[in-house]
Nanobody, 126 residues
Framework: QVQLVESGGGLVQAGDSLRLSCAAS????????MGWFRQAPGKEREFLAT???????????YYADSVKGRFIISADNAKNTVYLQMNRLRPEDTAVYYC????????????????WGQGTQVTVSS
């Protein structure tokens, strides 16, 4: 069993940056791919980014085209925490952001997720 707790959401202005954190407990990050999704009102949950560990200190990151170049995912294995650095935020980035855990190298869609966090609201004003 894995428990995921997100933090770092809030209200920001367009162009600002924000960093989300996801603390995992129950199992180590190395057992699962970890990632971020978001869901805006009236829309489907959208994949953003994922990391999968390879070796003792290396992980691979994969991004959705919609956020590539603006968002950066990172992980701290010692802290069992995954981060999402969001830069140059836009009003259309407003959504509930969810942390997720799923199979290594295969976390890409909602139906591949084994565990979800409770979500954290990000609101970007224009």
């Amino acid at each position: 069993q894995v428990q995921l707790v997100e933090s770092g959401g809030g209200l920001v202005q367009a162009g600002d940056s924000l960093r989300l954190s996801c603390a995992a407990s129950g199992r180590t990050l190395r057992s699962y791919a970890m990632g971020w999704f978001r869901q805006a009102p009236g829309k489907e949950r959208e994949f953003l980014a994922t990391v999968s560990w390879s070796g003792s200190s290396t992980y691979y990151a994969y991004y959705a085209d919609s956020v590539k170049g603006r968002f950066i995912i990172s992980a701290d294995n010692a802290k069992n925490t995954v981060y999402l650095q969001m830069n140059r935020l836009r009003p259309e980035d407003t959504a509930v952001y969810y942390c997720a855990a799923g199979p290594l190298n295969a976390l890409r869609t909602s139906d591949t997720v084994n565990y979800w966090g409770q979500g954290t609201q990000v609101t970007v004003s224009s």
